[in-house]
């Protein structure tokens, strides 16, 4: 009977539509962790502090260059002994009332003893060291970069945004808490390496002293995500994106070793010809995708996304090809749901009529949560499939990518609330950090580990950091002061 057959295909689509459009609906309802519902901002103390006094202070710590060079043969340690010496004068109370200790020479750690010793203590980081400014730039900065200048409503140069604003942010908040008698339940630390820019020693040396005193952490905030307002594709308004893990890191050296020779009668294959086929097939067989390290991200943002983008990813069952399609289709969103693979050294050769008896190329890899160093090597093994093509770690930096920190966490509900008290409509969301951050070197010690700046980025400001005319403003500056006086209070009672 053709008329009841289209009726039931007719029948089978539209339940198919419903069912699509109510999970679409579900879907950017659901809320992605409970926010926490039991305190209002207003039962939290904002003890008084002054703006232009916190902004003098980073001011003073900007014009002290400790700067992490590449090589560290350039580097002025001094300059961290004499910014901690400020910091003694700007945060007495600070120094009065917690224990100070320093590692790794110049890493500083912070204790708060809490009311309740029987609670795991919260500890809040950032760095001490900031990147040189590069000096064919130097001209192009309205105020030199390390003058610490305060113009225009803006503290300007390096680390006012990475991240010497978040060292600043957390003494005011905890010197204007201790000066109006507050005593948090929980301990709480603040602890600030001194050389995270050069992927160094300062925050391993801090865990292993909070291992050695026995300590294992409540939660922990480190720099990451801010609040992007524009630059996120497809988002309207502010998004604050909460960092919950970070991709690895492996760098391999490639090396093909063949007979050397005279350039007039070449063998047909060459160490240059078999490395650069090794290659080639590297770049032609990524590392698969997976949504399952921005699923979270996707739902937290639902709210301020397009439908269509809603629609896509609440019916992944049937537009996942899709979905990964439109986000490899872009080296952010790319780099996001695979481990991605970047060649960035080859080496061969020495005279033009002289065949290489060696050729060399560095392969540098950064590794999706969930996928270990030794499975990159085994992909990296396959793809390759050639025996002359031996690979090994370049010394010195690799790591694992980290877990990923629960989102279902009280420790996340309140940051997550925070966010929102001090920044209202903003949407919040879960995301892995793409750059490293010190937070990496805690999970030893914390499952609760979270990277995020209380700030509004706008697309200009992301090229400042590392970049020409570094700057933050007074009042960015004074809202992270009140939002980590508020978060400390937080996270010590829950
Ligand atoms: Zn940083």
New binding site residues.
């Given amino acids: 009977m053709p008329i009841t057959y289209v009726i039931i295909v007719l029948a089978i689509l539209l339940f198919l539509v419903a069912f699509i459009l109510i999970r679409t609906v579900l879907y950017s309802r659901a809320p992605l962790s409970s926010l926490a519902t039991g305190s209002a901002d207003e039962d939290f103390a904002s003890p008084e502090f002054d703006a232009l006094e916190a902004a003098k202070h980073l001011s003073e710590s900007v014009q002290v260059k400790t700067i992490s060079h590449e090589d560290p043969a350039e580097d002025s340690k001094e300059y961290f002994n004499l910014l901690q010496q400020e910091f003694e004068v700007m945060y007495p109370h600070v120094h009065q009332v917690m224990q100070k200790e320093i590692v790794g020479d110049y890493s500083l750690i912070f204790t708060w003893p809490g009311s309740n010793p029987e609670l795991e203590p919260v500890l809040f980081t950032s760095?001490q060291d900031v990147v040189p400014a590069d000096p064919d730039t130097l001209d192009q900065w309205t105020y030199p970069p390390f003058s610490g200048e305060i113009a225009e409503g803006f503290i300007w140069g390096r680390g006012t945004l990475?991240?010497k604003s978040q060292v600043i942010a957390l003494f005011e908040a905890a010197e204007s808490l201790i000066i109006s008698g507050y005593t948090p339940e929980r301990t709480v630390i603040l602890a600030f390496g001194h050389d995270?820019?050069v992927f160094g020693v300062g925050a391993k040396k801090i865990v292993a002293r909070l291992q050695e005193k026995g300590m294992h952490l409540h939660a922990l905030l480190d720099?990451g995500g801010t609040i992007y307002n524009g630059g996120l594709p497809g988002i309207a308004g502010q998004a604050a994106l909460i960092g919950i893990g970070e991709k690895g890191y492996l760098s391999l050296r490639f090396t093909v070793e063949m007979e050397g020779g005279h350039s007039s009668t070449p063998s047909n294959e060459t160490a240059i010809g078999i490395l650069s086929q090794a290659i080639t097939r590297l770049e032609t067989h990524p590392f698969p995708p997976s949504l399952h390290t921005v699923k979270g991200m996707f739902q937290g943002l639902a709210p301020a996304s397009p439908f269509s983008m809603q629609l896509a990813f609440a019916n992944l069952w049937l537009f996942k090809g899709m979905v990964i399609r439109q986000l490899s289709s872009n080296v952010e969103t790319d780099a996001a749901i695979r481990t991605t693979i970047a060649p960035t050294i080859f080496r061969s050769g020495v005279k033009d009529n002289i065949l290489p008896a060696k050729a060399e190329a560095v392969v540098n890899f950064r590794l999706l949560p969930g996928m270990s160093i030794a499975e990159a090597c085994n992909h990296v093994r396959e793809v390759i499939h050639d025996e002359r093509v031996h690979f090994e770690p370049l010394g010195g930096n690799a790591w694992e990518a980290t877990p990923v920190s629960p989102t279902d966490s009280a420790s996340y509900s309140e940051l997550a609330a925070c966010i929102i008290g001090f920044f209202p409509g903003t949407v919040t969301a879960p995301y892995i950090t793409l750059g490293g951050?010190d937070a990496r070197n805690y999970y030893v010690i914390c499952d609760n580990i979270y990277r995020f700046t209380p700030l509004i980025s706008l697309p200009e400001d992301l090229k400042r950091v590392h970049g020409v005319d570094e700057r933050i403003s007074i009042d960015a500056l004074a809202t992270m002061v009140k939002f980590f006086q508020q978060l400390m209070q937080r996270w010590s009672l829950n």
């Fill in positions: 760095h990475d991240i995270e820019e720099e951050t």
